[in-house]
């Protein structure tokens, strides 16, 4: 077993999330919105909150999607759930009178806690975008935590001389904003 | 009656569809995003489509909303009414085989149509985050379009010397592009 050591890693066939995986892509091998929205609302995810939206399971997709096929494959498929394992409890620790929802103050505290240094006017249009009657739910906190970070990363891919300052051509800028 | 010419416009009381704006807005006197699910679902406006998401009614409100309250005024309102008629003829102009939705090739020719130039591949990505099993609905249609004006709108209002790029900062990168 000498040469194993540099072997590739054990086949997805004997990970345990692999019979999961494939008994939620179906025929395809692949996920895609609807098949997790199902799939995250049977495996009981949101606990006591409320299911997520087709929409954030679309934005979920597009995050991982690296080959813009709009379905995820099971790396992807786990990686998401490391994420969301993280915002939950990004959640639970912000979300400090236990009402549930994250309230404005509350998501202030979240997104500077979450590395992203955005201006007061920019945080309050974030708010405005992702807010029910004032409140923030887990459902529109994801889907908001996702688009922040990959818009981000977008940024920050071409700030290659970190100067805070990007030069988008006109299809770059709504190829990266767009797909997410 | 001479001077009366220079006079404001008749008063919101006398718009017939100002009853109609109050029935829906409720105590505060503007519409949020449920008020308007809900006005746009009564009212039969997506005919044989289905009812808007709520996600799509927030990109509304996103659009309209120059003072971001998250809600909409009565000329607002109205605003939404006709850009909305807009995009229904269009929708249906371009759904040439009449099966209720719009497929990918049909979607090149809307957004070519609608005035945007963008490459295939910002084409394809856009296709890809707004389609539901390779078709894209009305409900779609319709946030892909907004997000699509309103970053374009973003963009130019920037591009003052019409070089075809911007050179944002993070910060206002991040606040235009989260807002829709
Ligand atoms: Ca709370
Ligand atoms: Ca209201
Ligand atoms: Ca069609």
Same mark, same amino acid.
């Given at each position: 077993?000498?040469?194993?050591?540099?072997?590739?890693?054990?086949?997805?066939?004997?990970?345990?999330?692999?019979?999961?995986?494939?008994?939620?892509?179906?025929?395809?091998?692949?996920?895609?919105?609807?098949?997790?929205?199902?799939?995250?609302?049977?495996?009981?995810?949101?606990?006591?909150?409320?299911?997520?939206?087709?929409?954030?399971?679309?934005?979920?997709?597009?995050?991982?999607?690296? /080959?813009?096929?709009?379905?995820?494959?099971?790396?992807?498929?786990?990686?998401?759930?490391?994420?969301?394992?993280?915002?939950?409890?990004?959640?639970?620790?912000?979300?400090?009178?236990?009402?549930?929802?994250?309230?404005?103050?509350?998501?202030?505290?979240?997104?500077?806690?979450?590395?992203?240094?955005?201006?007061?006017?920019?945080?309050?249009?974030?708010?405005?975008?992702?807010?029910?009657?004032?409140?923030?739910?887990?459902?529109?906190?994801?889907?908001?935590?996702?688009?922040?970070?990959?818009?981000?990363?977008?940024?920050?891919?071409? /700030?290659?001389?970190?100067?805070?300052?990007?030069?988008?051509?006109? /299809? /770059?800028?709504?190829?990266?904003?767009?797909?997410?």
């Amino acid at each position: 077993y000498q040469g194993s050591y540099g072997a590739p890693a054990p086949a997805a066939a004997n990970d345990p999330m692999w019979a999961y995986f494939t008994a939620i892509a179906g025929q395809d091998g692949e996920v895609d919105a609807e098949e997790l929205q199902r799939c995250l609302t049977q495996s009981g995810f949101t606990g006591s909150y409320s299911p997520f939206s087709l929409e954030t399971c679309r934005v979920m997709i597009a995050m991982l999607d690296r /080959d813009s096929t709009g379905k995820m494959g099971f790396n992807e498929f786990k990686d998401l759930f490391a994420a969301l394992s993280g915002w939950k409890q990004n959640f639970v620790m912000f979300d400090r009178d236990r009402s549930g929802t994250v309230e404005p103050q509350e998501m202030g505290q979240a997104v500077f806690a979450m590395g992203f240094r955005v201006s007061p006017q920019a945080l309050n249009v974030i708010i405005k975008r992702y807010n029910k009657g004032g409140r923030i739910y887990f459902d529109d906190y994801v889907a908001c935590c996702i688009r922040l970070r990959a818009l981000t990363d977008n940024f920050k891919r071409r /700030d290659t001389m970190q100067q805070g300052a990007v030069s988008f051509q006109y /299809d /770059d800028f709504i190829l990266c904003t767009m797909a997410i």
